[in-house]
């Protein structure tokens, strides 16, 4: 508020010494900035009982969220109980299930391996010449040596070529070469290969 005096102080105190009337001084008041000036604590005051109210409305959100939450947590752990003489047939089922495809793999495997002979023996057969004979056959594992005997290094070259030729059974087929006996006519020959299950 600003006050303001149009009589100077001398003047004043000269008319109350004549026994004249007393002369007021003249106050001014401006408007708008003395209520302004005084609405401004008031405002103040007033965000910061909105910031508080706002902050304990989002207070009382959050602890409402974090008590739904919770009642659903445990909600969910008393279904899961529920459930759970379920889950473990289930997974008794399953391991069930495990071992008896072990039992079906193996029973495959040894099926496999029980026609694994008839099928070697007959390629074996489709692939020798007429004019090579075996002396020997040795076994070591999957692994295969053959001795035999020929007139002729062509009939164990063809021999040779023929195992090569059925690689889906045969593998890594060592072939160091045939030699002749001694005093005889007949060649001497040795073949290793690796027999692979193809049934």
């Not at 000269?14 to 401004?40: C, D, H, N, W």
């Not at 947590?73 to 379920?86: D, G, M």
């Not at 010449?129 to 164990?156: H, L, N, W, Y």
């Amino acid at each position: 508020m600003i006050r303001i005096n149009l009589l100077g102080d001398a003047l004043a105190q000269a008319g109350t010494k004549k026994g004249g009337a007393e002369v007021q001084p003249m106050q001014v008041y401006v408007e708008g900035e003395g209520a302004a000036r005084s609405s401004l604590p008031i405002a103040g005051v007033l965000i910061g009982l909105l910031g508080v109210a706002g902050s304990g409305a989002y207070a009382l959100m959050l602890f409402n969220d974090v008590r739904k939450l919770n009642e659903e947590q445990v909600r969910l752990q008393a279904e899961a109980k529920k459930y759970e003489p379920y889950l473990q047939l289930e997974k008794t089922f399953r391991e069930r299930k495990q071992q008896l495809q072990r039992k079906e793999d193996v029973m495959n495997a040894l099926k496999r391996q029980q026609a694994l002979p008839v099928h070697f023996m007959e390629e074996l057969a489709n692939s020798l010449p007429e004019d090579v004979v075996f002396t020997k056959i040795s076994q070591k594992g999957m692994s295969f040596t053959i001795e035999g005997e020929s007139r002729s290094f062509e009939a164990v070259n063809a021999f040779y070529n023929n195992l090569q030729s059925r690689n889906r059974w045969f593998q890594k087929i060592n072939y160091p070469g045939a030699s002749r006996a001694a005093n005889s006519n007949v060649l001497v020959f040795k073949i290793s290969f690796d027999l692979q299950n193809a049934v």
